[in-house]
């Protein structure tokens, strides 16, 4: 069993910063990737940023040079630093990470992110 545990969500101006955390915890041998997703309410859900284990980042266009993901093997942790924040990035945000043997993509519960005008 695997569990994915995000944190640093909050309501923050538009402008401003916050910096959400992802640490999986369990059983499990290697994380090949983390991300993030996010989804505001009734908008399709949008993957927001990726990192491999290796370090090889990929971003959604909406995000590139606001957002910077990073992540931490030896803590199994994954870091999303979103600057520049604006309205249309409030949604939930959720933890992804695909394990070394598993079949599918690992979801945390989400963390609600609502950037003010």
């Known amino acids: 069993q695997v569990q994915l545990v995000e944190s640093g969500g909050g309501l923050v101006q538009t402008g401003g910063s916050l910096r959400l955390s992802c640490t999986a915890s369990?059983?499990?041998?290697?994380?090949?990737?983390m991300g993030w997703y996010r989804q505001a309410p009734g908008e399709q859900r949008e993957l927001v940023a990726t990192?491999?284990?290796?370090?090889?980042?990929n971003y959604a266009d909406s995000v590139k040079g606001r957002f910077t993901i990073s992540g931490d093997n030896a803590k199994n942790t994954a870091h999303l630093q979103m600057n520049s924040l604006k309205p249309e990035d409030s949604g939930v945000y959720s933890c992804?990470?695909?394990?070394?043997?598993?079949?599918?993509?690992?979801w945390g519960q989400g963390t609600l992110v609502i950037v003010s005008s």
């Open positions: 992804v990470a695909d394990f070394y043997g598993s079949d599918r993509w690992y």
């Open positions: 369990g059983t499990f041998s290697g994380i090949n990737a």
């Open positions: 990192i491999t284990s290796s370090g090889d980042a």
